[in-house]
């Protein structure tokens, strides 16, 4: 296939691909020549790109996301083997081997199980000799002329191949089986399921039109069926006259689904229910596009789907007493078109219990309002590189929920086409960063190097700056590096003197405390309750935050400060304390004070004194 | 012994966009944290981390701020040659 860049035409070509997926403005092919990647002017461009490539080889690609979000489109004729190991998915290609790491456990598991599905079919027609084959063919030319004789007829783990022609016939399947439609099959019933525990692969390019207000492939309405029952359709079109889909359970891989009636794919049972769909574009002029409606907990994947949508209600729902535990998108574009203010758009809950939605690399578009929107609680986790527009009523709603974005969510403007020009907001601009550090090289500071304060001197300064919750004012973290420590200190962990370190460290061992009814200072024991506050030495002390301003307080005796038994302080301003006649620079002043702060500290002539 | 750091603003902030060249291609990325170094002698070193590409750091010598900047760089060291 011939991809159009930002750099020329190039080609991509299948039998030499493992792997690829989608990083920003970029599309990365792992071939079997080395990893080429290929750029585009946007994330919008790349994305088409990848869509179009996936749309002509979506039978034998298999999408995984990872912890990140990003989706790996696995090319499953190179694929050798998979296996998990805990979170982790290993693809053996055989010259490579790829390791995808999952969310958690579930996901890897059933991403490993999806992926093995697709492999089996891929490689179905090559295995054919594996199997005793019963051929179906409306002409009489072959074993059977319907496929419920067919099914009927053969054994446990038989194969049966359904030539083109129409089938207007109901089938229900109750053994392990393998049904491969070959192009120009059409399917006119719908088909059902009544066994327990059977392993049922329908396979190859099928129509499946029923015009009926139940079209029903393994669903409840067949008396019996078991939910357990490992089921793995793939389809060319879906024609329905009401639902897609109808208690089913399984995964379904396949192209198109056209839906008549109000739901599109439905899930409706009173067991629990596990579905995976993947590859399908669907268009639907009714409500509810993906629906649950469960009496027992179940979870619902939806892979590579393009949806648009034109209700007035919602796109994704599920409702009243389902118990759905989780929906997850995986690699979607979903647009409802509805103007309508008010509808609720992509995901409406009435669940009585509280449901986790897992969103991958998936773009929503809503021409309305923008809702997600749950009566009880919903959870977002996003994944990856996501976006949502606010829709043109300026609403992006996530009511009663609680969003967790682990990557990026883009909310933004983007018209109906996914083309028009992005307004950035990955990470609000700073200005002005960093901002002055409060040491920097040179400076002495003191430290709590395993217990011991250390005296130290500062030989580099690093300053980092992001901005995680994209705010205005971002985070900046400054630390420090000293020729006798290799790691850098955070600044929080310095002081500029001994004693505020030793205050940090100690303060309720120097007993130093403000009591807030007498406004009396206490320091290293020596407290006159009666005269007030003493204060024998404050050689060292650090006082910054020490509240003077009550000292005007003149009626209250309590609020003296003492030396030695002279009063220092009393209603008087410290403004016209001086320094001893003996100290007339700053050397002097500092051999006696000893403790100051460099830059809060005014030397006479009005600037900081310094170290 | 200085009394100001000498830290200074970055050139790119977060959360701007720059451009780099990526396999002789410009591709443009978003600033998503800066880390400014200023070593022994003083000297102030400023380097990126892109959105995109995860814990790599790239050297402001290694940003632009438009594509016509990276133009403009290629044809002066043409120049110098």
């Given at each position: 296939?011939?991809?159009?860049?930002?750099?020329?035409?190039?080609?991509?070509?299948?039998d030499?691909l493992?792997?690829?997926?989608?990083?920003?403005?970029?599309?990365?092919?792992?071939?079997?020549?080395?990893?080429?990647?290929?750029?585009f002017d946007?994330?919008q461009?790349?994305?088409k790109?990848?869509?179009?490539?996936?749309?002509?080889?979506?039978k034998q690609?298999?999408?995984?996301?990872?912890n990140?979000g990003r989706?790996?489109?696995?090319?499953?004729?190179?694929?050798?083997?998979?296996?998990?190991?805990?979170?982790?998915?290993?693809?053996?290609?055989?010259?490579?081997?790829?390791?995808i790491?999952?969310?958690?456990?579930?996901?890897?598991?059933?991403?490993?199980?999806?992926?093995?599905?697709?492999?089996?079919?891929?490689?179905?027609?090559?295995?054919?000799?594996?199997y005793?084959?019963?051929?179906?063919?409306p002409?009489?030319?072959?074993?059977?002329?319907?496929?419920?004789?067919?099914?009927?007829?053969?054994?446990?783990?038989a194969?049966?191949?359904?030539?083109?022609?129409?089938y207007?016939?109901?089938?229900?399947?109750?053994k392990?089986?393998?049904?491969?439609?070959?192009?120009?099959?059409?399917?006119l019933?719908a088909?059902?399921?009544?066994?327990?525990?059977?392993?049922?692969?329908?396979l190859?390019?099928?129509?499946?039109e029923?015009?009926?207000?139940?079209?029903?492939v393994?669903?409840?309405?067949?008396?019996?069926?078991?939910?357990?029952?490992?089921v793995?359709?793939e389809?060319?079109?879906?024609?329905?006259g009401?639902?897609g889909?109808?208690?089913?359970?399984?995964?379904?891989?396949?192209?198109?689904?056209?839906?008549?009636?109000?739901?599109?794919?439905?899930?409706?049972?009173?067991?629990?229910?596990d579905?995976?769909?993947?590859a399908?574009?669907?268009?639907?002029?009714?409500?509810?596009?993906?629906?649950?409606?469960?009496?027992?907990?179940g979870?619902?994947?939806?892979?590579?789907?393009?949806?648009?949508?034109t209700?007035?209600?919602?796109?994704?729902?599920?409702?009243?007493?389902p118990?759905?535990?989780?929906?997850?998108?995986?690699?979607?574009?979903?647009?409802?078109a509805?103007?309508a203010?008010?509808?609720?758009?992509?995901?409406?809950?009435?669940?009585?219990?509280?449901?986790?939605?897992?969103?991958?690399?998936?773009?929503?578009?809503?021409?309305?309002?923008f809702?997600?929107?749950?009566?009880?609680?919903?959870?977002?986790f996003?994944?990856g590189?996501c976006?949502?527009?606010k829709?043109?009523?300026?609403?992006?709603?996530i009511?009663?929920?609680?969003?967790?974005?682990?990557?990026?969510?883009?909310?933004?403007?983007?018209?109906?086409?996914?083309?028009?020009?992005?307004?950035n907001?990955?990470?609000?601009?700073?200005?002005?960063?960093?901002?002055?550090?409060?040491?920097?090289?040179?400076?002495?500071?003191?430290?709590?190097?395993?217990?011991?304060?250390?005296?130290?001197?500062?030989?580099?300064?690093?300053v980092?700056?992001?901005?995680?919750?994209?705010?205005?004012?971002?985070r900046?973290?400054?630390?420090?590096?000293?020729?006798?420590?290799?790691?850098?200190?955070?600044?929080?962990?310095l002081f500029?003197?001994?004693?505020?370190?030793?205050?940090?460290l100690?303060?309720?061992?120097?007993?130093?405390?403000?009591?807030?009814?007498?406004?009396?200072?206490?320091?290293?024991?020596i407290?006159?309750?009666?005269s007030?506050?003493?204060?024998?030495?404050?050689?060292?002390?650090?006082l910054?935050?020490?509240?003077?301003?009550?000292?005007?307080?003149?009626?209250?005796?309590?609020?003296?400060?003492?030396?030695d038994?002279?009063?220092?302080?009393?209603?008087?301003?410290?403004e016209?304390?001086?320094?001893?006649?003996?100290?007339?620079?700053?050397?002097?002043?500092?051999?006696?004070?000893?403790?100051?702060?460099?830059?809060?500290?005014?030397?006479?002539?009005?600037?900081?004194i310094?170290? | 012994?200085?009394?100001?750091?000498?830290?200074s603003?970055?050139?790119?902030?977060?959360?701007?966009?720059?451009?780099?060249?990526?396999?002789?291609?410009?591709v443009?990325?978003?600033?998503?944290?800066?880390?400014?170094?200023?070593?022994?002698?003083?000297?102030?070193?400023?380097?990126?981390?892109?959105?995109?590409y995860?814990?790599?750091w790239?050297?402001?010598?290694?940003?632009?701020?438009?594509?016509?900047a990276?133009?403009?760089y290629?044809?002066?060291?043409?120049?110098?040659?």
């Amino acid at each position: 296939m011939l991809i159009a860049t930002i750099n020329g035409v190039k080609s991509a070509n299948i039998d030499e691909l493992f792997y690829y997926y989608l990083n920003r403005d970029s599309i990365v092919f792992n071939l079997s020549t080395g990893a080429e990647r290929f750029y585009f002017d946007n994330h919008q461009s790349a994305r088409k790109a990848a869509d179009q490539f996936f749309e002509i080889y979506y039978k034998q690609l298999a999408c995984i996301p990872d912890n990140t979000g990003r989706c790996y489109l696995v090319n499953v004729a190179k694929v050798i083997s998979s296996s998990v190991s805990g979170k982790i998915i290993i693809i053996d290609f055989g010259l490579i081997t790829k390791s995808i790491k999952s969310i958690s456990e579930m996901r890897s598991e059933k991403d490993n199980k999806y992926l093995s599905k697709i492999v089996f079919s891929y490689n179905f027609l090559s295995n054919i000799g594996d199997y005793d084959v019963a051929y179906v063919n409306p002409s009489g030319a072959e074993d059977y002329t319907t496929i419920s004789d067919a099914v009927e007829g053969v054994d446990e783990g038989a194969a049966v191949i359904i030539r083109a022609g129409e089938y207007d016939e109901s089938i229900s399947i109750a053994k392990d089986l393998v049904l491969y439609f070959e192009e120009g099959s059409k399917v006119l019933r719908a088909i059902g399921g009544s066994s327990t525990d059977s392993t049922i692969y329908i396979l190859g390019y099928g129509d499946f039109e029923n015009i009926s207000t139940s079209f029903s492939v393994f669903g409840n309405s067949v008396s019996g069926v078991d939910y357990n029952s490992d089921v793995y359709v793939e389809f060319n079109t879906i024609k329905s006259g009401d639902k897609g889909f109808w208690g089913f359970t399984g995964i379904a891989k396949g192209f198109k689904i056209i839906p008549f009636g109000p739901e599109s794919i439905m899930l409706d049972s009173d067991g629990t229910v596990d579905f995976d769909i993947d590859a399908v574009s669907i268009y639907t002029e009714r409500d509810n596009t993906f629906i649950q409606w469960s009496t027992a907990p179940g979870r619902c994947t939806i892979r590579n789907a393009f949806v648009k949508c034109t209700s007035t209600e919602t796109n994704i729902n599920s409702w009243d007493a389902p118990r759905m535990t989780a929906y997850s998108f995986i690699n979607i574009r979903m647009l409802n078109a509805t103007e309508a203010p008010g509808c609720r758009n992509f995901l409406n809950s009435l669940c009585e219990i509280n449901e986790n939605v897992y969103i991958y690399q998936s773009m929503f578009v809503a021409k309305g309002d923008f809702n997600f929107f749950s009566d009880k609680r919903l959870t977002l986790f996003v994944y990856g590189d996501c976006y949502c527009n606010k829709g043109a009523n300026n609403k992006f709603l996530i009511g009663n929920n609680i969003l967790h974005v682990d990557s990026e969510l883009v909310v933004e403007d983007v018209d109906l086409d996914f083309n028009s020009e992005l307004i950035n907001t990955f990470i609000m601009p700073l200005t002005n960063k960093p901002i002055k550090s409060k040491y920097t090289v040179g400076d002495t500071v003191y430290y709590n190097n395993k217990g011991a304060i250390t005296e130290l001197t500062i030989n580099r300064v690093v300053v980092e700056v992001d901005n995680p919750n994209n705010d205005s004012e971002g985070r900046q973290v400054n630390q420090y590096g000293f020729e006798e420590i290799n790691d850098l200190v955070k600044e929080s962990r310095l002081f500029t003197t001994k004693n505020s370190l030793l205050k940090n460290l100690k303060g309720n061992y120097l007993n130093v405390q403000q009591d807030d009814i007498q406004h009396r200072i206490v320091i290293n024991s020596i407290n006159s309750a009666v005269s007030g506050s003493t204060i024998r030495d404050l050689t060292g002390l650090y006082l910054i935050g020490f509240d003077f301003t009550h000292m005007d307080e003149i009626d209250n005796p309590d609020t003296e400060f003492q030396f030695d038994g002279t009063v220092m302080c009393d209603d008087t301003s410290f403004e016209d304390c001086t320094l001893p006649a003996a100290v007339d620079t700053k050397a002097e002043f500092k051999a006696l004070v000893k403790s100051y702060d460099k830059d809060t500290t005014l030397w006479t002539d009005g600037e900081p004194i310094g170290i | 012994m200085k009394y100001t750091g000498t830290l200074s603003v970055t050139t790119h902030q977060v959360g701007d966009t720059v451009y780099i060249i990526e396999n002789d291609v410009p591709v443009a990325a978003v600033v998503s944290k800066t880390k400014s170094l200023v070593d022994a002698d003083d000297n102030e070193s400023v380097q990126y981390q892109l959105t995109g590409y995860g814990a790599k750091w790239f050297y402001e010598s290694e940003l632009f701020e438009t594509k016509e900047a990276i133009k403009t760089y290629f044809e002066d060291k043409t120049d110098d040659l």
